[in-house]
């Protein structure tokens, strides 16, 4: 069976999350689950936001600990932590975020571009921005956040250590 992409003007779904009391969202086609936090297997010589890796019936997946990807302090998960299992790509994996918040429909329309920030952030990742009453959420594109990182996952460590 072959699912299709909504049309453009149709309202698309996204789980949004808490890091840092800031609110973001993801499309919800590419969650597979949410889980509870639970203690991760560290990995040694990984980058400082690969939190670890998790088994997820029988499959090992990465962690990725978005906090520390966006440049803000790392603190212990609280009670509140999920993971959130996510595709991209071929490619499963976990991220780690404050809280999940709700499931928000956006219409194209109603995103607005990433604001122009100079140069100083990279918006790469950052698919739009939403207001919903008086908060903006930012709309990640999960693909770009950490699609490069799970890519380089696949190639061999001396590949990895030149591209550095």
């Keep these: 069976m072959n699912v299709q992409e909504p049309p453009a003007t149709a309202p698309r779904q996204h789980l949004t999350f808490t890091l840092a009391e800031q609110t973001y969202g993801i499309d919800i086609l590419n969650v597979q689950e949410i889980k509870g936090w ?8 990984t980058p400082p936001f690969l939190k670890g890796v998790m088994n ?25 932590a999920v993971i959130i299992v996510a595709t991209v790509g071929t490619r499963t994996t976990g ?11 956006f219409r194209a329309t109603e995103m607005q571009p990433p ?41 061999p460590p001396a590949q990895i250590a030149r591209a550095v």
């Design 38 to 45: 639970a203690a991760l297997t560290a990995i040694p010589n």
């Design 56 to 80: 997820l019936r029988g499959t090992i997946i990465p962690v990725i600990d978005l906090r520390v990807k966006f440049g803000l302090p790392a603190i212990a998960p609280t009670r509140y």
């Design 95 to 105: 991220l780690l975020v404050d809280g999940v918040s709700d499931v928000l429909d």
């Design 115 to 155: 604001p122009d920030l100079g140069g100083y952030v990279d918006v790469r990742f950052i698919r739009g921005v939403a207001c919903v009453e008086d908060q903006v959420i930012t709309l990640l594109d999960i693909s770009c956040l950490v699609g490069d990182d799970l890519a380089a996952m696949d190639r």
